[in-house]
């Protein structure tokens, strides 16, 4: 009788560990988090670049997209530039351990460094790894509001001393980005302001950029449990 009843518990025990495995969700990695902040960025720009500031001389004009990027699992914010004089791309990742950003930056003549730095409330400054033969560089973004922003680029002239190369003031192209949840949808990826539907079993979400569209096209389902997990934290006031 005994081993009856045992037979009879093992399939709603197992009933109940798959209820318990199909409960998780999925936990937001820091990464992602860190880079988050950024998600007031992510959109197009128009920017008037000058090598010297409140001149015209020299000056010139570029457009540049921030998009997220989910290649290989990993996080990224991806800065990329159009008919910019110094910069191309910039691939922005960070590392939860040393608590640093890190840059991967193409340039305008197609060379590549990689740059390591720290965020301070609205200024992300990045400083180029050393290389022989090659003098270091501080890159500088800084967000003045949600319409504006700065790149500034910079060469060192003595230890840790930079000097202006050249400025890119920007400002916003076409849809304005808010906090998550203000004036329209948020990004079912990043939590950022959001502008595109997808649809999964029958339900519309949005996402901000290119990059998010291809995470939830890869793991929808994941991607809805981690999001209606911090929306139930939110609402809870956690």
Same mark, same amino acid.
């Given at each position: 009788?005994?081993?009856?009843?045992?037979? =009879?518990?093992?399939? =709603?025990?197992?009933?109940?560990?798959?209820?318990?495995?199909?409960?998780?969700?999925?936990?937001?990695?820091?990464?992602?988090?860190?880079?988050?902040?950024?998600?007031?960025?992510?959109?197009?720009?128009?920017?008037?670049?000058?090598?010297?500031?409140?001149?015209?001389?020299?000056?010139?004009?570029?457009?540049?997209?921030?998009?997220?990027?989910?290649?290989?699992?990993?996080?990224?914010?991806?800065?990329?530039?159009?008919?910019?004089?110094?910069?191309?791309?910039?691939?922005?990742?960070?590392?939860?351990?040393?608590?640093?950003?890190?840059?991967?930056?193409?340039?305008?003549?197609?060379?590549?460094?990689?740059?390591?730095?720290?965020?301070?409330?609205?200024?992300?400054?990045?400083?180029?790894?050393?290389?022989?033969?090659?003098?270091?560089?501080?890159?500088?973004?800084?967000r003045l509001n949600e319409k504006r922003t700065l790149v500034l680029l910079e060469r060192?002239?003595?230890?840790?001393? *930079? *000097?202006?190369?050249?400025?890119?003031?920007?400002?916003?192209?076409?849809?304005?980005?808010?906090?998550?949840?203000?004036?329209?949808?948020?990004?079912?990826?990043?939590?950022?302001?959001?502008?595109?539907?997808?649809?999964?079993?029958?339900?519309?979400?949005?996402?901000? =950029?290119?990059?998010?569209?291809?995470? *939830?096209?890869?793991?929808?389902?994941?991607?809805?449990?981690?999001?209606?997990?911090?929306?139930?934290?939110?609402?809870?006031?956690?």
């Amino acid at each position: 009788m005994s081993r009856l009843i045992a037979l =009879c518990l093992i399939p =709603c025990l197992t009933l109940s560990l798959c209820a318990v495995e199909q409960a998780k969700t999925p936990e937001e990695s820091p990464a992602k988090i860190a880079l988050a902040e950024f998600n007031d960025l992510i959109g197009g720009w128009r920017g008037i670049g000058q090598p010297q500031r409140g001149s015209a001389r020299g000056a010139w004009k570029e457009t540049a997209d921030w998009a997220w990027s989910f290649e290989k699992k990993e996080p990224a914010l991806v800065y990329t530039v159009e008919d910019g004089k110094y910069l191309k791309s910039v691939r922005l990742t960070y590392d939860p351990k040393s608590k640093e950003y890190h840059a991967a930056v193409t340039t305008a003549d197609d060379s590549s460094r990689i740059f390591t730095g720290k965020l301070d409330e609205k200024k992300l400054s990045l400083v180029s790894n050393p290389e022989k033969d090659r003098e270091r560089q501080q890159l500088t973004i800084t967000r003045l509001n949600e319409k504006r922003t700065l790149v500034l680029l910079e060469r060192e002239i003595a230890e840790d001393r *930079f *000097f202006r190369i050249a400025e890119v003031g920007y400002t916003r192209a076409g849809t304005r980005l808010a906090v998550p949840g203000a004036n329209g949808p948020e990004c079912v990826v990043t939590g950022g302001r959001a502008t595109s539907p997808v649809m999964y079993m029958g339900k519309t979400y949005y996402v901000c =950029c290119t990059g998010c569209r291809q995470a *939830f096209d890869d793991d929808p389902a994941g991607i809805i449990a981690e999001y209606e997990k911090k929306v139930a934290a939110r609402k809870a006031g956690r």
